[in-house]
C-alpha cells in the first residue's frame, strides 16, 4: 500500500520550503499539482524532476479514483496546490477523504498557509478562532453574515483585492463600524503589509490605496 503526502508550498517567499517538503517532492512517485504550470517553476527551482499530474477543482472528481488505485498498488503521491497547503481554500479534500476510506496513510507536512501569519500579526485574540475561507460570491452570502453577527472568536476570512472594498464595506454593516480589524495581503513576499484598525478606518484606507495581493482579513469577535 502507498501513501499521500500533503505538502504545503510558499506563498510567497520560496525560502519558505521546508526541506522535508523537498525531499518528499523528490522521492515521490507523483505529484498532484493545482496548476502545472504555476508548481513547475517551483520545482524546476529545487531541481525536481518527478512526474506531475494535473489535480484541480475541475477535474478531482474524474482523477481520484486512478490516484488512489495508483497508491493501492504501492505509489507514493504527493499532492500540493499553487500556495500554501492543500485542502485550506485549496483542492485536496477530495483525495484526502479517499485515502481515508480506503484504508491508506495520509500525512500532511507542517508549512507555509497564508491565515496563520495574519491571524497572529492582527494583534487580535487567537487563543480562539474561526476560520471561514472565502464567503460565497452571491448565494448565501448575507446568511452567512447573519450567522457570524454574534460570534466571539477572532474571525478570518480570505478575499481577492477586488472585491476587498465590498466586503469591509459589508463587515461594516453587519460588525458595526468600530469592530477592529486588520487586513494583511502580500505575506512573505517583498511588498508584505498589515493595515489595522476600526472597519471604517479599513474602508477609508482601502477607498484612497488600491489593493493588490491575496488577502486575509482578520476581525475580533463581537466581546472585543
Same mark, same amino acid.
Not at 500500500?1 to 519558505?16: A, F, H, Q, S
Given at each position: !500500500?502507498?501513501?499521500?503526502?500533503?505538502?504545503?508550498?510558499?506563498? +510567497?517567499?520560496?525560502?519558505?520550503?521546508?526541506? #522535508?517538503?523537498? #525531499?518528499?517532492?523528490?522521492?515521490?512517485?507523483?505529484?498532484?499539482?493545482?496548476?502545472? #504550470?504555476?508548481? +513547475?517553476?517551483?520545482?524546476?527551482?529545487?531541481?525536481?524532476?518527478?512526474? !506531475?499530474?494535473?489535480?484541480?477543482?475541475?477535474?478531482?472528481?474524474?482523477? @481520484?479514483?486512478?490516484?488512489?488505485?495508483?497508491?493501492?498498488a504501492g505509489e507514493t503521491v504527493a499532492l500540493i496546490s499553487d500556495a500554501g497547503t492543500p485542502g485550506i481554500s485549496d483542492p +485536496?479534500?477530495?483525495?484526502v477523504r479517499e485515502c481515508v476510506r480506503n484504508g491508506i496513510e495520509v500525512q500532511c507536512l507542517p508549512g507555509a498557509t497564508a491565515f496563520v501569519p495574519a491571524l497572529v500579526a492582527s494583534g487580535l485574540p487567537n487563543e480562539r478562532f474561526c476560520f471561514e475561507g472565502f464567503l460565497p460570491q452571491k448565494k448565501g452570502r448575507m446568511t452567512k453574515l447573519k450567522s457570524l453577527v454574534e460570534e466571539k472568536r477572532t474571525m478570518v476570512f480570505y478575499e481577492s483585492p477586488h472585491r476587498l472594498l465590498k466586503t469591509l464595506t459589508q463587515f461594516v454593516e453587519y460588525f458595526g463600524p468600530d469592530r477592529r480589524a486588520s487586513v494583511s495581503r502580500e505575506?512573505?513576499?517583498?511588498?508584505?503589509?498589515?493595515?489595522? +484598525?476600526?472597519?471604517?478606518?479599513? @474602508?477609508?484606507?482601502?477607498?484612497?490605496?488600491?489593493p493588490r495581493g491575496e488577502i486575509v482579513i482578520v476581525i475580533g469577535g463581537i466581546d472585543d
Open positions: !500500500m502507498g501513501k499521500l503526502y500533503v505538502i504545503p508550498t510558499p506563498v +510567497g517567499n520560496l525560502e519558505d520550503m521546508t526541506f #522535508r517538503a523537498i #525531499r518528499m517532492l523528490k522521492e515521490a512517485d507523483l505529484i498532484l499539482a493545482e496548476d502545472t #504550470r504555476t508548481s +513547475g517553476i517551483l520545482l524546476k527551482h529545487f531541481e525536481i524532476k518527478n512526474t !506531475m499530474q494535473s489535480h484541480h477543482k475541475f477535474n478531482e472528481h474524474k482523477t @481520484v479514483e486512478n490516484v488512489v488505485n495508483r497508491m493501492k +485536496g479534500f477530495l483525495v505575506i512573505s513576499k517583498l511588498y508584505e503589509e498589515t493595515v489595522r +484598525g476600526s472597519l471604517t478606518e479599513l @474602508v477609508e484606507h482601502f477607498t484612497k490605496t488600491d
